[in-house]
């Protein structure tokens, strides 16, 4: 781990990079080009950094996750687990839901192809009789 004052050394002298960097390719609207990147997220997704959620989204997530965690059966998990996979990137998930697996979000990716989003697949039990002929 850093020191604070290591941290801080690095910060100053990455923000003076990024500083000159934007400097030199658009001399005249540097600010208007740091934003662009910081609304596009692409510097986050080029640096595998998770990107900041809205916070209803964010809401919206945790009761989820929360929902996801109450659950009973692995059935109803994955029911809950369709609903988020395909509206939110793995690593979010992961970020809500520490120790999800890939394997589990593959299967909830099926669940939805199968039988669509958070919808309960109807078991059907077909009982056997045994027939004693004696």
Excluded: C
Excluded at 79 to 99: A, C, K, N, T, W
Excluded at 110 to 130: E, F, Y
Aim: glycine share 6%; no cysteine; charged share 25%.
């Amino acid at each position: 781990m850093l020191d604070a004052r290591t941290k801080q050394v690095y910060f100053d002298k990455a923000k003076d990079a990024v500083v000159a960097a934007l400097e030199i390719i658009i001399p005249d609207d540097a600010g208007g080009l740091w934003e662009a990147l910081k609304t596009s997220g692409g510097v986050e997704s080029s640096l595998g950094v998770p990107s900041e959620t809205n916070p209803s989204d964010d809401k919206y997530l945790r009761s989820l996750a929360e929902t996801y965690e109450n659950a009973s059966s692995w059935d109803t998990r994955r029911q809950v687990l369709s609903i988020m996979e395909d509206l939110v990137p793995y690593s979010l998930l992961q970020r809500h839901l520490p120790g999800i697996t890939e394997y589990r979000v593959k299967t909830a990716r099926q669940h939805t192809v199968q039988h669509w989003r958070g919808s309960a697949v109807l078991i059907s039990k077909s009982p056997r009789m045994r027939v004693d002929y004696a």
